[in-house]
């Protein structure tokens, strides 16, 4: 597609403008300091809709061509999953999120085509990713359009996720199918993120044994992740039959005892929906202390390294999903506190994003924002783009501008 040059052009006055917001505590490193436009909440608002504006151009001229769930980029072109893998939930919830921003109807009729496609995976007993389908996509649809369909389906799926629930360690094992011995001591930070779709079940039913393992799973979580100075590894393990806890490991970041900084960012955002959906004050300390950390060690440019940890950070390479998911957390946060400084630097990075890693450039890109790591440890996707960077900057910029509709879409409530 081609893109407009009147809107190149007002990102890059903006971008060129100087500082006007107090510089947050970052970690020395590289990267420049993000520009932040003059003028406070009304030009920073408007590098913040130019970007989705641009992001719903793309989706309208990429989305008739897309043909089952993007997973990630290869050359800039999506390459897709038939079943979703763990990102189905992400094409329709991107698409609700165009919608919301655009009021085009059209994007209301792609985003429940797309949504129809993970319809088997509400019976899946293969892995604990049902959040990150059924929350963005079905929940979505339930609430926007009050069709019993969705919200019936997205309780299976609530249903299937809780058979992962070990009871002797009190957690949701990540990976592998229930009889399968491999992985099944194995809990990751990321599961933090599908702990909604049980307080959902829970909101909806009337039954607390939703909630009550998802707070179990964030109470061993938090025992077991959190670090003195707030860092997380990726994984920890416990033994599957005694419950006892053996110790941290990884999969997608650099080492056992470095952090991922898509992993710290699963899990800030996470705690904060947890604290908002049970109202335990303990939760959003944790969540804070994630939140603290990640701040602290993100570079004056605002787009995280892939491990905040590695070898080479702060020079090592970036990873723009880490910072969409990252500032959606922050503004769940900033709500939940009333801090305005997590709102700022949620600001600051949805800025960053939008004048350092989007796709504008390039004519060729299927997605939205670009700089995105899959799995460097693996080097599997390094500098691609990512499903859940789209659907998290679509996220955290209509926060921003639209927290109503959002709050529609998601249920934004504070306890
Ligand atoms: N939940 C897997 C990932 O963030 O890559």
Redesign the pocket.
Known sequence: MSIPRRTVLSVTAAATAATALPAPAVAAGAGDQVPAPQGGGTERNAVLRSAADYAVEKLRAVAPGVSGFPVGTRFEKWTYSRNGD?VGGFWPGTLWMAYLHSDDDSFRTLALDAARGLAPRQHDTTTH?LG?LFSPSWVTAWRLTGDDTWRTGALRAADTLIRRYNPRGRFLRAWGGLDDPNNAGRVII?TMMNLDLLAFATEQTGDRAYLDIAVAHARTTQRYFLRADGSTPHVHDFDPDTGAPIGPDTV?GYSPTSCWS??QA?GLYGFTTTYRRTGDPQFLTTARRLADYAIGALTADHVPVWDYRSPQQPYDIKDASAGAVMACGLLDLAAATGRDSYRQTAIRILTALSLTCLTRGSARADAVVARCT??RRAEDGIEISLP?ADYYLLEGILRVLRPAAVDRAIDLSLP
Do not use: I, T
């Open positions: 763990w990713d990150f990321d997608q898509r992993g699963w899959r799995n859940y």
